[in-house]
Nanobody
Framework: QVQLVESGGGSVQAGGSLRLSCAAPGRPPCAGVTMNWYRQAPGKEREFISSIDAIGTTVYTDSVTERFTISQDNAKKTVYLEMRSLKPEDTAMYYC????????????????WGQGTQVTVAS
């Protein structure tokens, strides 16, 4: 079991910025690990926001491209989500996810979630 600890959520005014962090001290040393951010607004399904793989390849959903930046510090086993120009529609619970289902060793495989951190953007 890999524990993920998120932090950095809070309340901001529209146009503001926040930086989320997700520490994964038990992250398996596998090239197939992908770290992801998802969010879920009240009454809506959880949606993918962004991902970064072991070599730093990033993916973003269209609604956050050019506003959000995902990065990672491999030494600290921590992934970050820098959020700028926040909008009220960004209000949601943000979840960190570690996907290691493609790791070669079976004991390294899994799909793990953090507890979530709330982001609230006031208009």
């Amino acid at each position: 079991q890999v524990q993920l600890v998120e932090s950095g959520g809070g309340s901001v005014q529209a146009g503001g910025s926040l930086r989320l962090s997700c520490a994964a001290p038990g992250r398996p040393p596998c090239a197939g690990v992908t770290m992801n951010w998802y969010r879920q607004a009240p009454g809506k399904e959880r949606e993918f926001i962004s991902s970064i793989d072991a070599i730093g390849t990033t993916v973003y959903t269209d609604s956050v491209t050019e506003r959000f930046t995902i990065s990672q510090d491999n030494a600290k086993k921590t992934v970050y989500l820098e959020m700028r120009s926040l909008k009220p529609e960004d209000t949601a619970m943000y979840y960190c996810n570690l996907n290691s289902l493609t790791c070669a060793r079976s004991y390294q495989r899994g799909n793990f979630w953090g507890q979530g951190t709330q982001v609230t953007v006031a208009s």
